[in-house]
């Protein structure tokens, strides 16, 4: 059943980070990323023992990658969206 739940949020949050990216704000889509780097420090520096600590990091930087790679591809479909916007409204001008 943990398996299950862990698979739901990760889905969820990877939607989410799908969405926020694709909004006109760049600044949303940062937020997940954003929030993983806080939660990785304040984890790491509190509960993580010292033996640990390379997998600890490891698995939460892969975490920050999937996640800006997500932002990253999101913002390029708002740039394309973007320009074919202005490219019909210059057709239309002319």
Do not use: C, H
């Amino acid at each position: 059943m943990q398996i299950l739940i862990t698979i739901l949020v990760t889905i969820l949050g990877l939607a989410l980070q799908q969405f926020l990216s694709t909004r006109k704000n760049f600044i949303l889509g940062l937020i997940l990323p954003l929030f993983i780097v806080i939660g990785a420090v304040l984890f790491i520096m509190f509960k993580a023992e010292s033996g640990t600590l390379g997998k600890w990091i490891f698995r939460f930087s892969i975490l920050v990658v999937i996640n800006l790679s997500i932002y990253f591809e999101g913002r390029d479909k708002v740039k394309e969206k973007s320009k074919k916007e202005l490219e019909k409204m210059t057709i239309q001008d002319l």
